[in-house]
């Protein structure tokens, strides 16, 4: 189950469990108040029969004059107690009472059963709640499912044609040497692959086979590979200190790739990029447009331009946090944005 799936899967049970669970509580406040109503009942029928024998070990007697005292209605005052006639008595009273002690001994193991009975009526709704939520989601995870198909089966079918045309344009190349609509054509399949890559991580798990990797090595590597697809942008790269981790280079790779064509893509014209390596840091910086909405930048499919489909920070987000990589974002409104990866937590060796 990916991710996505988990987060829909527990924000659906939360709220279905959590509907069903406050009707619980209502359902078992009223038998609660049934259970003591009927329990005062009891002990008050229990009286009467007492006041004819006299002789029930459980009560209190005591005599009382007639004067404001009703008959067989039942007190509650430290404890409970009831007033009955005494034959050829004009003036007494007889006052049955059940003592305070014995009333809240009572009492408590009336609501020690209840709350046996509510915490397992509680781990009975809980799985309801999740089988319901499992049921309701089938059709959801079916229809991702379907669709995560559809595009692995275009991601599948777009390597013959792109494969085709960088044959045909080395062969060109060999042919005709440098041409500009050549070298146009082929930065444009380098964008067409880092977009099929995207979409490769955001389908798949990558590979986990991780590696001694210098990158601020990889940094530039993968700074000169932008700056092919995008001549108009200055690209500055300075390295204060070397970076050398163990970690997996295809995944950072699709990370320097993705925030560097996007400081590029989003930047102004004629503007410029600049990636600084420095202590455990990796910095980029750019004096694009900047981002009005920085909290929900990493969010899936969430764009503030026309172009790209709002995947390239949410899949920046997925890997680093794979990588155990510390992601921050500052931007401001046409002054440009700021991305800071920290990899203090990565290790230099093997571990």
């Known amino acids: 189950m990916k991710s996505y799936e988990k987060e829909s899967l527990l924000k659906n049970f939360l709220v279905f469990f959590s509907l069903l669970e406050v009707l619980l509580v209502l359902l078992f406040g009223e038998l609660n108040h049934t259970e003591i109503k009927e329990y005062k009942q009891n002990i008050h029928k229990t009286m009467q029969l007492c006041s004819y024998t006299m002789k029930c070990d459980q009560f209190q007697f005591n005599f ?3 004067d404001n005292h009703k008959l067989n209605r039942l007190y509650e005052n430290s404890g409970l107690y009831s007033f009955f006639t ?4 004009q003036k007494y009273l007889i006052r049955i009472s059940y003592p305070k002690k014995a009333l809240h001994k009572d009492m408590t193991h009336i609501r020690n059963i209840l709350w046996i009975k509510f915490i397992v009526a509680t781990f009975l709704l809980m799985g309801i709640a999740f089988f319901f939520t499992l049921y309701s989601l089938k059709p959801i ?9 559809f595009i692995k089966d275009i991601l599948h079918d777009f390597n013959t044609p792109i494969t085709a045309m960088l044959l045909n344009i080395n062969m060109f190349k060999k042919e005709k040497g440098e041409d500009p609509f050549i070298n146009k054509v082929s930065k444009s399949i380098n964008t067409i692959l880092l977009l099929q890559n995207n979409l490769k991580s955001f389908l798949h798990h990558s590979p986990s086979q991780n590696s001694h990797i210098d990158i601020a090595l990889l940094a530039k590597k993968r700074l000169e590979f932008i700056q092919n697809i995008y001549p108009k942008i200055s690209f500055v790269y300075y390295k204060k200190h070397d970076l050398l981790k163990w970690s997996n280079e295809e995944l950072l790779t699709r990370i320097l790739d993705n925030l560097l064509s996007n400081a590029a893509k989003y930047n102004k014209p004629n503007g410029e990029v600049k990636l600084t390596i420095a202590q455990n840091r990796l910095v980029i910086q750019d004096t694009g447009k900047g981002i009005k909405e920085i909290q929900k930048v990493l969010d899936r499919y969430y764009k503030e331009q026309d172009r790209g489909i709002g995947l390239g920070l949410h899949i920046v987000q997925k890997l680093t946090n794979e990588l155990n990589i510390i992601l921050h ?4 409104l046409n002054q440009g944005t700021e991305v800071i990866l920290d990899f203090k937590n990565l290790p230099e060796e093997n571990r």
Do not use: F, G, T, V
């Open 141 to 149: 995870r079916k229809a991702l499912r379907i669709n995560d198909e």
């Open 86 to 89: 005494i034959p050829k008595s």
């Open 329 to 332: 974002i500052k931007s401001k």
């Open 64 to 66: 009382a004059p007639k």
